[in-house]
């Protein structure tokens, strides 16, 4: 029988890439030439950016990867799926290509004879409404990740693979970028040749308003500035200390680690609500995004205010010094997350930390977090059964799954718990050395060595004991373990919340920092009554979380339900608030009458300590070295 052309060549693809789809580690082989990639993001009413990639190959089987392990996510985040329209082609002749019946992020293509070029074209179809993932094109903001935007060929260490890149965008707009633009003509800025692995870690945010704030001294060899963008040009303003307080977190991390490991820094922050929130940090720039009111609502809640400082502590600690294990040759290699507990936990505590140092969370509010940390981590069922290194693991888990009882499930505690375990460290050393020495040594050794160098330099954890004993002596591999591997109670979860002299307490009363820590999130003000009736209710009466085991879940309730009345009266926060207070002691059940989808159900809650909030208060006889820890070097 007589194959139509197509068919062959459909079936010659299939016999070139019959054995494997791509190989799970790069080949040594020599790139053939730079390639040039021009993202034309013009299009904000429909989200999509149109891709053009030319890329210099020789004749032959041809294996092209979309990025799918994505550096700061640690896991499979990339998704082929919003790559729609894909045209490869030389001259004015279209290949066939197909994708790897495994390894769907690989297309295949066979290269004729005599051709030494291919032209890629396509689409990124970045989400309109969240429903398909973050959300990065508004009519005023845009934020480009490259990573999502190219095809590129396997075989290769990024590192090895040189690109021109492009950006064109829609008139009037401005930009932030650690890419250095070469030059700009018919509205498209053309960027300085990279290696494919500088151009992924140095994303785009582009927009109408723009504010660019220098934070180092003037001619400073190599500068950090802050990149400001918003829906509206007000939100841009900001007071002098404001300016300052962003200043002085360069300075303070400058004293923390000793050292630079970057050319320039851009810290990049956009404010919006039709974009989605973000912070994800590159070796020399960080996204950041918040809710508008970053600079007018600065005496409100602290969340957005301690994002810059730890996505900028990751230059140090994640970009430059990498856990082995993390460190990948490309995007298309399974990444290892055992060192998370490090990677991120430590950047939360130095995050914390240095935004306190910086001025932009007072040591107040600073305190009050951490008794909220305190509380919460160690309290949570989810202990019983799951270890603290066991929830390095999520991010190879499936993303976007429900966390409807996320304290029974555990995830992502390798933050939040391990900067009470990194708290521990730090004053062990502070106790053992007569207050002499301190975590910050740790940092200065072990992020700060070989100033200027950027290329990542990796460690093991034995190598991260060994700099800790440096510091002072103590068998920290054991402490370590012991925290990490460590199932059932709190065990010694806050022993370096005791050192640091503070422990956990409880009163009737909730602090102010925690009302607007509160207000910061997507659903607007939400009553919070975990540590009492053990439930957290939106602004509609809905259930946004119910603590496992807990009173209300006793009860019969689950998250999602709404309180429609309290005590047969219609829901109001204060008349729940008033029916716990009342039932304080010997008062009567607090009765909710719940709305549970098409039914409606009475639920008797039997609680009777009344209204509780965590705070910290002050071991006598113990050296306040938590205030030490948070007081400016």
């Known amino acids: 029988m007589q194959f139509p052309k197509r068919m062959a060549q459909v079936l010659l693809l299939g016999a070139a890439f019959a ?104 689409r990124h179809l970045a989400p309109i409404n969240g429903s398909g993932g973050r959300v990065s094109f508004s009519h005023n903001i845009i934020n480009m990740d490259w990573y999502s935007l190219l095809l590129y060929p396997a075989g290769h260490d990024l590192s090895a693979l040189r690109v021109r890149a492009s950006a064109k965008l829609p008139a009037g707009f401005e930009v932030g970028t650690a890419l250095r633009p070469a030059r700009t003509r018919d509205g498209t800025i053309e960027f300085g040749e990279v290696s494919l692995e500088t151009l992924i870690d140095s994303p785009v945010f582009a927009g109408r308003h723009h504010r660019r704030i220098d934070l180092d001294p003037s001619g400073a060899p190599r500068p950090v500035v802050l990149h400001l963008f918003a829906e509206e040009p007000d939100q841009l303003k900001a007071g002098d200390e404001q300016i300052e307080a962003h200043r002085e977190l360069v300075r303070q991390a ?200 950027v290329a990542p330099l990796t460690y093991t954890f034995d190598e991260l004991v060994a700099a800790l004993n440096g510091v002072v002596s103590h068998d920290w591999s054991a402490m370590l373990r012991d925290r990490l591997d460590h199932k059932g109670d709190a065990g010694r979860l806050l022993d370096g919340l005791a050192r640091s002299g503070w422990k956990l307490d409880f009163d009737e009363q909730e602090s102010e920092f925690a009302k607007n820590a509160r207000d910061e999130d997507d659903g607007g003000p939400e009553q919070s009554l975990y540590w009492s009736v053990g439930v957290v209710v939106d602004k509609d009466g809905k259930l946004s979380t119910v603590r496992w085991d807990g009173p209300a879940f006793r009860a019969g309730l689950a998250p999602g339900m709404q309180i429609v009345a309290v005590q047969g009266l219609a829901y109001k926060p204060e008349r729940l608030a008033a029916a716990i207070v009342t039932a304080k002691g010997r008062g009567p059940a607090i009765e909710l009458l719940v709305k549970d989808g098409e039914r409606y159900v009475s639920a008797s809650i039997d609680h009777h300590e009344g209204l509780r909030y965590p705070k910290l208060v002050r071991i006598p006889g113990v050296p306040d070295r938590l205030s030490s820890i948070y007081a400016p070097r």
């Open 19 to 122: 054995v494997s789809a791509a190989e799970p580690r790069p080949v040594s082989q020599d790139p053939v030439g730079a390639i040039t990639l021009v993202a034309d993001a013009t299009d904000l009413d429909h989200h999509t950016i149109r891709v053009q990639e030319k890329l210099p190959v020789v004749p032959g089987p041809l294996t092209l990867l979309y990025p799918r392990w994505i550096p700061g996510w640690h896991g499979p985040g990339g998704n082929v799926a919003q790559l729609a329209g894909l045209d490869v082609r030389y001259g004015d002749r279209s290949l066939v290509w197909t994708r790897d019946a495994v390894d769907v992020e690989a297309i295949h293509v066979v290269v004729p004879a005599g051709v030494s070029e291919l032209t890629l074209e396509f």
């Open 254 to 453: 400058d004293r923390l680690f000793g050292a630079r490991h970057f050319g320039h820094y851009d810290l990049l922050l956009e404010q919006s609500r039709q974009i989605g929130s973000i912070g994800l940090e590159h070796h020399e720039s960080s996204e950041n995004g918040v809710k508008p009111g970053y600079f007018k609502d600065w005496a409100k809640g602290i969340r957005a205010r301690q994002l810059l400082p730890h996505e900028y502590t990751h230059s140090w600690n994640g970009k430059f010094r990498r856990p082995a294990d993390l460190w990948t040759p490309n995007l298309n290699v399974p990444m290892r997350t055992s060192l998370l507990w490090v990677y991120e936990g430590q950047t939360e505590y130095w995050g914390r930390v240095l935004a306190s140092r910086a001025g932009l969370v007072s040591i107040e509010q600073a305190r009050d977090q951490l008794a909220r940390t305190a509380a919460f981590r160690s309290a949570m069922p989810g202990r019983a059964w799951r270890s603290l290194q066991d929830t390095t693991a999520d991010p190879l888990l499936a993303r976007g799954g429900d966390r409807a009882w996320y304290d029974l499930q555990r995830g992502w505690d390798y933050y939040d718990e391990m900067a009470l375990v990194w708290l521990d460290v730090d004053t062990l050393i502070r106790e053992r050395s007569a207050d002499k020495h301190s975590l910050d040594d740790f940092a200065r050794a072990f992020f700060g060595l070989e100033d200027g160098r």
